[in-house]
């Protein structure tokens, strides 16, 4: 029998340079967190078309913008909102996405927004999530997806194959949709519903692209990583082909934000079920007014 790794044993990403980065950036988010606020508005007009009151509120992680957890607050009618970080102290409590220090079935409403994607053992923490959750409670996030800065891994990818004849993660794997939604289905999480949307940003060359990235606190801390510096000529080289294959015109280039959007409910008896197979009482060709033909 093959046991299943523990998150210990994980180790995908560097959680410690996470920390690091995270807390560097904190000084000026501000000035880059412009997709944060994007999904934020996105998970609160998502929330806005479920009526419903959710009385005990978590929000993990606190980056994004400061009126946010007031607008979270009042669109799901919160009596409580609490809002966890990883490493911050001013949050209202710490909570490791890893090991969430949340009491089962105590919470109504648990949202995340963009700090779910560098947590090693993500079906793990989903787990965590939904057995936090009260029955019929709701689950609420936005996490990068596949798409994402996928012009930038192309020309660093090329770049250090054309240099060195190898290659180093320098850009975070994310899921994609169909691999999100099997996490959920996984994590025992009902009428899941996945989706996304592509946020496309014009820089005026790849350097203003990876300062945002490093202001936004999401530098490269993939384990596997090269921790050798590669080199002016590595990071030029990158910079024209990036111009070359996807430059808008005006030297200007283009780079993808796909951030997926997910929703999963804690398992309820009210909830409405699938049909067992073969239950239907009527043939398809009957209810779309066909008749069959001898």
């Given at each position: 029998?093959?046991?299943?790794?523990?998150?210990?044993?994980i180790?995908?990403f560097?959680?410690?340079?996470?920390?690091?980065f995270?807390?560097?950036s904190?000084?000026q988010?501000?000035?880059?967190?412009?997709?944060?606020?994007?999904?934020?508005a996105q998970?609160?007009?998502?929330?806005q078309?479920?009526?419903?009151?959710?009385?005990?509120?978590?929000?993990?992680?606190?980056?994004?913008?400061?009126?946010?957890?007031?607008?979270?607050?009042?669109?799901?009618?919160a009596?409580?909102?609490?809002?966890?970080?990883?490493?911050?102290?001013k949050?209202?409590?710490?909570?490791?996405?890893?090991?969430?220090?949340?009491?089962?079935?105590?919470c109504?409403?648990?949202?995340?927004n963009l700090?779910?994607?560098?947590?090693?053992?993500?079906?793990?923490?989903?787990?965590?999530?939904?057995r936090a959750?009260?029955?019929?409670?709701?689950?609420l996030?936005?996490?990068?997806?596949?798409?994402?800065?996928?012009?930038?891994?192309?020309?660093?990818?090329?770049?250090?194959?054309a240099?060195?004849?190898?290659?180093?993660?320098?850009v975070?794997p994310?899921?994609?949709?169909?691999?999100?939604?099997?996490l959920?289905?996984?994590?025992g999480?009902?009428l899941?519903?996945?989706?996304?949307?592509?946020?496309?940003?014009?820089?005026?060359?790849?350097?203003?692209?990876m300062?945002?990235?490093?202001g936004?606190?999401?530098?490269?801390?993939?384990?596997?990583?090269s921790?050798?510096?590669?080199?002016?000529d590595?990071?030029?080289?990158?910079?024209?082909?990036?111009?070359?294959?996807?430059?808008?015109?005006?030297?200007?280039?283009?780079?993808?934000?796909?951030?997926?959007?997910l929703i999963?409910?804690?398992?309820?008896?009210?909830?409405?079920?699938?049909?067992?197979?073969?239950?239907?009482?009527?043939?398809?060709?009957d209810?779309?007014?066909?008749?069959?033909?001898?």
């Amino acid at each position: 029998m093959v046991e299943r790794p523990s998150s210990q044993d994980i180790h995908i990403f560097e959680r410690k340079a996470r920390e690091r980065f995270y807390r560097r950036s904190k000084t000026q988010f501000e000035d880059y967190d412009f997709l944060f606020r994007w999904s934020e508005a996105q998970l609160l007009d998502r929330l806005q078309d479920i009526k419903r009151d959710f009385p005990r509120v978590v929000q993990l992680g606190t980056s994004g913008s400061a009126e946010f957890a007031q607008k979270l607050k009042e669109a799901a009618k919160a009596e409580t909102l609490y809002r966890s970080d990883a490493f911050l102290s001013k949050a209202d409590f710490i909570c490791e996405e890893e090991a969430l220090a949340l009491a089962p079935q105590s919470c109504d409403l648990i949202l995340s927004n963009l700090n779910l994607h560098a947590v090693n053992d993500l079906p793990g923490a989903l787990v965590q999530i939904r057995r936090a959750l009260k029955p019929d409670g709701l689950f609420l996030a936005a996490l990068p997806g596949g798409e994402t800065l996928y012009e930038l891994r192309d020309c660093l990818m090329r770049a250090e194959l054309a240099l060195k004849g190898g290659v180093s993660p320098r850009v975070l794997p994310f899921a994609d949709k169909q691999q999100m939604g099997g996490l959920l289905q996984r994590a025992g999480f009902a009428l899941p519903v996945v989706d996304s949307d592509i946020v496309r940003v014009s820089y005026e060359h790849m350097f203003k692209l990876m300062a945002d990235l490093r202001g936004m606190g999401e530098s490269n801390i993939a384990s596997a990583r090269s921790r050798l510096n590669p080199g002016r000529d590595f990071f030029a080289g990158a910079a024209q082909m990036y111009a070359e294959t996807y430059g808008e015109g005006g030297g200007r280039i283009t780079a993808s934000f796909e951030i997926i959007f997910l929703i999963g409910w804690a398992p309820h008896e009210s909830q409405q079920k699938p049909l067992k197979p073969g239950s239907a009482q009527m043939r398809l060709a009957d209810a779309l007014g066909e008749n069959k033909k001898s």
